[in-house]
């Protein structure tokens, strides 16, 4: 059972294009939300994460679009430009519940082409 | 400061052979993470430790996956008797342990490990 599904699994953006991507999580105890950027031959690294009492989050051209409701969370990247060519991974936790392991999406493999 | 290393950074082994992967966390980090990577799919969690607690052990795939943690510090990922379906890139991560919103993982750059 996948609990966290992710999409599309590949995107290509035009340079300074909004990219922008899906997931959607089926335990209502999840209450944290990263999103993770990771380049070839690396580790992910943190992006951007939200807790479910906001319904939006911007960090620069980042921003994390949050549905409690519909159990669902989007990232949007305003402007991509092609070092933000990557593939990005959603997650989800129970951090009031003692911090548990990250639950990831399969994965967008971004391309933003110039 | 120093991030989170592993070593190797790959390994290439015989079917049936033992492997050790090793991470080493960031200093003072309590929380430490296994994850698992195949080609095409998400991260697969694998092991969990915080402090002196017992590990979480809930994600290792079969009883041939095992992992230490020595001194609260740097930890050992084992893998008996490899499997080709074992091939995968090995994430270790660490964290602060709090619950803070703050409190990230962060990973390491892997172990890519390749069962031939």
């Known amino acids: 059972q996948q609990q966290v599904k992710q999409s599309p699994q590949s995107l290509i953006v035009q340079k300074g294009g909004i990219s922008i991507i899906n997931c959607a999580y089926e335990?209502?105890?999840?209450?944290?939300f990263p999103w993770y950027q990771q380049f070839p031959g690396k580790g992910p690294a943190l992006l951007i994460a939200?807790?479910?009492?906001?319904s939006e989050k911007k960090e620069g051209r980042f921003t994390i679009s949050f549905n409690k409701s519909a159990k669902q969370f989007s990232l949007h990247i305003m402007d991509s430009q092609p070092g933000d060519s990557a593939t990005y991974f959603c997650?989800?936790?129970?951090?009031?519940?003692?911090?548990?392991?990250?639950?990831f999406g399969k994965g967008t493999r971004l391309s933003v082409i110039a | 400061g120093a991030g989170v290393s592993q070593s190797p950074s790959n390994k290439v082994t015989e079917k049936g052979k033992d492997v050790e992967l090793r991470c080493d966390p960031i200093?003072?980090?309590?929380?430490l993470y296994w994850y698992r990577q195949s080609l095409g799919q998400g991260l697969e969690f694998l092991i969990y430790?915080?402090?002196?607690?017992?590990?979480?052990k809930s994600g290792l795939p079969s009883d041939r996956f095992s992992a230490e943690r020595t001194g609260g510090s740097v930890s050992t990922l084992t893998i008996q008797r490899t499997q080709q379906e074992d091939s995968a890139v090995y994430l270790c991560?660490?964290?602060?342990?709090?619950?803070?919103?703050?409190?990230?993982?962060?990973f390491g750059p892997g172990t890519r490990l390749t069962v031939t």
């Open positions: 991560a660490s964290s602060s342990g709090t619950r803070l919103v703050s409190d990230e993982q962060y």
């Open positions: 335990n209502t105890a999840f209450d944290y």
């Open positions: 939200i807790r479910p009492d906001v």
């Open positions: 997650a989800a936790s129970m951090r009031d519940s003692g911090n548990t392991p990250l639950v």
């Open positions: 200093s003072g980090h309590t929380a």
């Open positions: 430790f915080q402090g002196n607690s017992a590990p979480d």
